[in-house]
């Protein structure tokens, strides 16, 4: 799939089935802040990315299939299997970094993702992952790296000191509206 050349996913094909998606970057992000919840359980999010991606209710024949299909499409068109032996540790959080992604976006391209609801989540992406390294979230994600590969200079550690709350990662807790509405509809 080529962002440039290829239509843009609105679709998935799970075994011989086609089902229309929630393709829109916030419903994509909001799934991704699910799986960022340590407290919620891999059935859990797996519910919540069902539900989130799919418009229709997906049979329990078509489940697993449309796990991995929905992932696949969260992960830009790339198999979770091909991206597993590139695991890196992560430096951003949609919870955490939420209000510098944005006014990152709006510095870096002007755009209002306000006005841009319907934008579709892989359009999101190629503007998340071009943000200039000048804005707050790209000073952040440069400690975060600098941090983990143990290469802080003198004042950059004493600098790191005093952000030390916005560029730890390891002190994320999202306390999930999804694990909330998962119980509700759980429940019902």
């Known amino acids: 799939m080529n962002i440039?050349?290829?239509?843009?996913?609105?679709k998935i094909r799970v075994n011989e089935n086609i089902y229309d998606i929630n393709y829109d970057y916030k419903t994509a992000i909001k799934t991704l802040m699910a799986f960022e919840d340590d407290e919620l359980t891999q059935s859990e999010k797996y519910y919540i990315l069902l539900n989130n991606i799919y418009k229709q209710e997906i049979p329990q024949c078509d489940e697993e299939e449309a796990i991995f299909k929905a992932i696949k499409f969260l992960n830009l068109g790339v198999d979770s299997e091909t991206n597993s032996n590139k695991e890196s540790p992560r430096v951003y959080s949609f919870s955490k970094d939420a209000s510098y992604i944005y006014s990152g976006i709006s510095q870096t391209h002007k755009v209002d993702l306000e006005k841009e609801s319907n934008l579709h989540f892989w359009k999101f992406m190629s503007l998340f992952m071009d943000m200039t390294p000048e804005c707050m979230f790209g000073e952040l994600v440069?400690?975060?790296?600098?941090?983990?590969?143990?290469?802080l200079t003198k004042e950059e550690k004493q600098q790191y000191e005093k952000i030390k709350d916005l560029v730890d990662l390891e002190r994320v807790k999202v306390k999930s509206e999804e694990r909330r509405k998962f119980f509700e509809e759980f429940n019902r």
Do not use: A, F, S, V
């Not at 440039?4 to 609105?10: A, E, G, Q, W, Y």
């Not at 975060?144 to 290469?151: A, D, H, N, S």
């Open 142 to 151: 440069y400690y975060r790296k600098r941090k983990q590969e143990g290469k």
């Open 4 to 10: 440039l050349t290829d239509k843009l996913p609105t």
